[in-house]
């Protein structure tokens, strides 16, 4: 049977009406992937507006976004308030920070997605792009205080990639789209810990030897001289370089299995403490102060000794020395229980053997380090000042209960004034304010 | 050097004392030690056998023929009277630190009038046992790899021995011994085996590793031991995000919310006997509300997961085990809900603004 006309102009209206139909759903979806689009670039920072210079979107989101990012507790900063003690500085994950040399607000940090290097003014919220080199999926950050930083993300073929690069200067030709190239080299792989020697403006890293093992490398920034300094049959090191160039090596923590920490010396390693379970480890740069931490038993303990041949003290905070930092206080006049008022001599300069410790308000888990580093549980902590010279401890900051920090790799700049710490929950950059304390002087 | 004699040689004796320094030149290096152990000569245990550096340390004394409960006893540590008294068997004596002799003289005079001495010496040694297991870990783990059945133990002895007056002995100087379960492992001991790869202790079990270290002329030794349990693998569930990459921060709880309709799920098989997650020993086995999902041959462990044509509810189990250890088997849920709004498993959202 032919088709008669009618049937054929039912079947064009039927065909002209589900065209109207798919692109009119098509429209639809066009419209919502755009909003997805602005709400996500609204999220990073992107301004409403068409963005003025030429320079192309991606430039343009992360400068002009990152601005935004720099969080204030909820936009309550008026002009000339102080700043709240505690500050969000970024909305999006983090890999890593460090304060800019001999300042107490410039901080360094690299974006987790990007790579890209920032520097937030947290005195006035301006935030700068300083490179333009992508490294995607960046997953940790390690800078030096000259500048230079070590990118670290897992390639495809889940081994550990190390770019340590250096950030152009502003004048240099290098400077382009407003960031500078970072410009350096990919490290060997599987480098599994690494940290700035800071003493030699070497990195120290512990890489992974082919038979299960681990070496511990002193090398250039460049990676074209290396020296082994250490090695081992296990590979479950990590180390720690302090500015007065000594050189820790750590057996990575477990709950409830022996832990040692030892200091490198002469090519020996010289144990600082043995047999400790569930061992965290923080020693003090210019004195042979630590504390450390325990996981044993379903608790947690932290113990501070104020030198070599001292006692350990048990302190009265439950936490884990990953988040602890020793105090950069400048130096106090020391005060004595007998002043002597016509002495010409100047007091002694004594520097307080302080540190902040973030201390979980609750504790879940029985095996707290095994959970804490899967991600598995997260705490919610407040800070505490610890004076290991004077065996007390302070509490100084608690935060509101509705946002939980889970503090992780603390560090503050060098006048002793801030914190600088990563929230583990969701990555983000946090900045904590330490009220300068006021100095005793002798009559 | 114990000697047995009559009351004339009494007299000698009273001047053991004095050439008590030249007698310490003559004796045999020692470590926890004894004097003399022939019959009629004082012989002296210590208890730790090897203590360390600073350790109290129990001194005992005894003879086979001589009755010493009623004996006048003398201590001398380092040729100063220690302790004095009849029947005073024991000692407790600080071993000295690290690199120094203590140097321990016992005389005992009998109610006959017989006379014995013995000697010893300490030399206190350190030996640290430190482990980790060959398991798989996730590259920037910051936690030591654990034991589970079927993965290995890697031992590592660190022995500090300082003979006085002269510099640390190296390692190729120390015979190590080292025992499983109290069982000799003579296949990993010898001079300068200061490691060892031991299997892992059964599903479950515990073994306890033991190594001691001694210097090969006998001055000195040091033993350190450690319980070693398998765990089970933990099956860890993260999302493998577009930009952030496996975002190890935030492992997935049971019962987890998503913001978006789409996610990839990458599992973590902590601790299992894996050289990564895609180990082609590893045998995945997912299911998506109760319907088995092929897995993508080169990402086994990954998961992929569109809600757009759904309720947005999925319930997401895994089920580990490994093609040639058949002790290893991990099984684990999570109940997921797509796209709504907010991601409640963790209160995460790298993009906050799109849930304000």
């Not at chain 2, 011994?177 to 790869?197: E, F």
């Not at chain 2, 990458?266 to 092929?294: C, M």
Request: aromatic share 10%; with cysteine.
């Amino acid at each position: 049977m032919r088709p008669t006309k009618k049937t054929l102009s039912y079947v064009l209206v039927l065909a002209a009406l589900l065209m109207f139909a798919g692109l009119g759903g098509w429209y639809f979806f066009l419209n919502r992937q755009a909003e997805t689009v602005s709400a996500t670039d609204a999220s990073r920072g992107l301004r409403s507006e068409a963005p003025s210079q030429s320079a192309g979107n991606i430039y343009n989101n992360i400068v002009s976004g990152i601005t935004s990012l720099v969080e204030r507790d909820g936009d309550e900063t008026r002009e000339g308030a102080p700043p709240p003690q505690l500050q969000k500085i970024t909305k999006t994950p983090v890999a890593g920070m460090a304060f800019g040399a001999g300042t107490s607000s410039v901080l360094y940090f690299a974006e987790s997605s990007t790579g890209y290097i920032f520097s937030a003014d947290t005195s006035t919220g301006a935030v700068e792009r300083l490179t333009n080199r992508l490294f995607p999926k960046t997953q940790e950050a390690v800078f030096s205080r000259d500048g230079s930083v070590v990118l670290r993300s897992i390639d495809e073929n889940g081994d550990i990639a190390s770019f340590a690069g250096k950030i152009a200067t502003s004048t240099s030709s290098e400077t382009v789209d407003g960031g500078a190239m970072l410009s350096g080299k990919y490290l060997e792989r599987n480098i599994s810990a690494i940290v700035p020697a800071v003493f030699s403006r070497e990195l120290l890293y512990i890489v992974k030897t082919p038979f299960g093992g681990a070496d511990g490398i002193l090398s250039s920034w460049d990676g074209m001289r290396r020296k082994t300094v250490f090695s081992s049959p296990l590979s479950g090191w990590y180390p720690i370089s302090l500015a007065d160039g000594r050189i820790f090596f750590v057996l990575r923590p477990a709950d409830n299995a022996a832990g040692f920490a030892y200091e490198l010396k002469n090519g020996s390693l010289v144990p600082q403490v043995r047999d400790a379970r569930g061992l965290t480890y923080l020693p003090n740069t210019s004195s042979t102060a630590i504390l450390y931490g325990e996981s044993g038993g379903g608790s947690l303990a932290l113990f501070a000794r104020a030198q070599n041949d001292a006692t350990s003290l048990s302190l009265p905070i439950r936490t884990v020395a990953d988040k602890c930092v020793w105090s950069t206080e400048g130096p106090a006049i020391a005060t004595t229980t007998t002043p002597k008022i016509f002495s010409k001599k100047p007091a002694p300069m004594v520097k307080p053997l302080v540190a902040y410790c973030a201390v979980p308000q609750f504790v879940t888990s029985n095996a707290f380090l095994g959970d804490w580093y899967r991600g598995a549980i997260h705490t919610s902590d407040s800070w505490w000042r610890v004076d290991v010279s004077a065996d007390t401890v302070e509490l100084i900051f608690a935060p509101e209960t509705d946002t939980p920090i889970d503090v992780e790799s603390p560090i503050m700049d060098d006048r002793g004034e801030h914190i600088a710490f990563i929230n583990a929950i969701d990555k983000t950059l946090w900045l904590l304010r330490i009220k300068p304390e006021k100095i005793k002087t002798t009559p | 050097m114990g000697t047995m004699m009559t009351k004339e040689g009494r007299v000698a004796a009273a001047g053991a004392l004095i050439i008590l320094s030249a007698l310490f030149l003559f004796a045999a290096p020692a470590y926890a030690q004894f004097g003399n152990t022939a019959d009629g000569r004082l012989f002296l245990s210590v208890s730790p056998e090897y203590p360390g550096p600073n350790e109290p340390v129990l001194v005992s004394l005894w003879n086979a023929i001589v009755d010493l409960t009623g004996s006048d006893i003398t201590w001398y540590v380092n040729n100063k009277v220690f302790a004095q008294g009849v029947g005073m068997t024991k000692a407790s004596i600080a071993a000295g630190p690290l690199g120094s002799e203590t140097n321990i003289f016992a005389t005992a005079q009998t109610r006959d009038g017989l006379y014995a001495s013995g000697n010893a010496s300490i030399s206190p040694a350190e030996v640290d046992l430190l482990w980790e297991s060959d398991s798989y870990t996730p590259p920037l783990y910051r936690g030591r790899a654990l034991p589970s059945a079927g993965t290995g133990v890697r031992a590592q002895a660190i022995a500090r021995f300082k003979p006085a007056g002269s510099a640390q002995l190296p390692e190729r100087d120390i015979m190590y011994t080292w025992k499983r379960n109290g069982s000799v492992v003579a296949s990993l001991s010898g001079k300068g085996m200061s490691s060892a790869y031991i299997r892992a202790p059964a599903l479950f079990g515990t073994d306890i590793i033991e190594v001691a270290a001694s210097a090969i002329d006998g001055s000195a030794g040091g033993r350190a031991r450690a319980e070693i349990s398998s765990v089970e693998p933990v099956l860890v569930l993260y999302e493998n995000h577009p930009l952030f990459g496996i975002m190890y921060n935030r492992a997935f709880d049971d019962t987890a919310s998503l913001s978006d309709t789409e996610a990839t799920f990458a599992a973590v098989p902590y601790f299992a006997e894996a050289e990564n997650p895609d180990d082609p020993r590893l045998i995945y086995s997912w299911s998506v509300n109760g319907k088995k999902i092929p897995s993508d041959e080169l990402n086994r462990s990954e998961l992929t997961v569109n809600s757009a044509n759904s309720n947005g509810l999925a319930q997401i189990a895994l089920s580990l085990t490994h093609a040639s250890n058949l002790a290893m088997s991990a099984s684990r849920a999570w109940r997921v809900s797509f796209g709504s709004g907010n991601d409640i498993f963790t209160g995460f959202n790298p993009f906050p603004a799109l849930s304000e």
